[in-house]
Nanobody, 112 residues
Framework: QVQLVESGGGLVQPGGSLKLSCAAS?????TGWYRQAPGSHRELVAS???????NYIDSVKGRFTIARDIVRNTLVLQMNSLKPEDTAVYYC?????????WGQGTQVTVSS
């Protein structure tokens, strides 16, 4: 069945780094990373579109990098210089044809 699986989350100190991966089953692909902090709405963090154009919300520009691993059909989010406000559950998403598919999420906690 179609499925997205996130991995790579964990506990990291402020200023540290994490690499998140979103593995997509055959036939679909993920195009964006979202996050949702406790008590907050789910927000789009980064996406990659036509021609590999990358988009980021202002709060992560210069710190996060989104990239696609074509061979493994995986969407990667490299997160550097992490801040406590980055703490959230991170989800990847596919919306091909307007149909949303979500992974189970991976927890990122930035704390000393």
């Amino acid at each position: 069945q179609v499925q997205l699986v996130e991995s790579g989350g964990g506990l990291v100190q402020p200023g540290g780094s994490l690499k998140l991966s979103c593995a997509a089953s055959r036939g679909i692909f993920a195009t964006g990373w979202y996050r949702q902090a406790p008590g907050s709405h789910r927000e789009l963090v980064a996406s990659i579109g036509d021609g590999g154009v990358r988009n980021y919300i202002d709060s992560v520009k210069g710190r996060f990098t989104i990239a696609r691993d074509i061979v493994r059909n995986t969407l990667v989010l490299q997160m550097n210089s992490l801040k406590p406000e980055d703490t959230a559950v991170y989800y990847c998403n596919s919306n091909l044809g307007g149909n949303d598919i979500w992974g189970q999420g991976t927890q990122v906690t930035v704390s000393s």
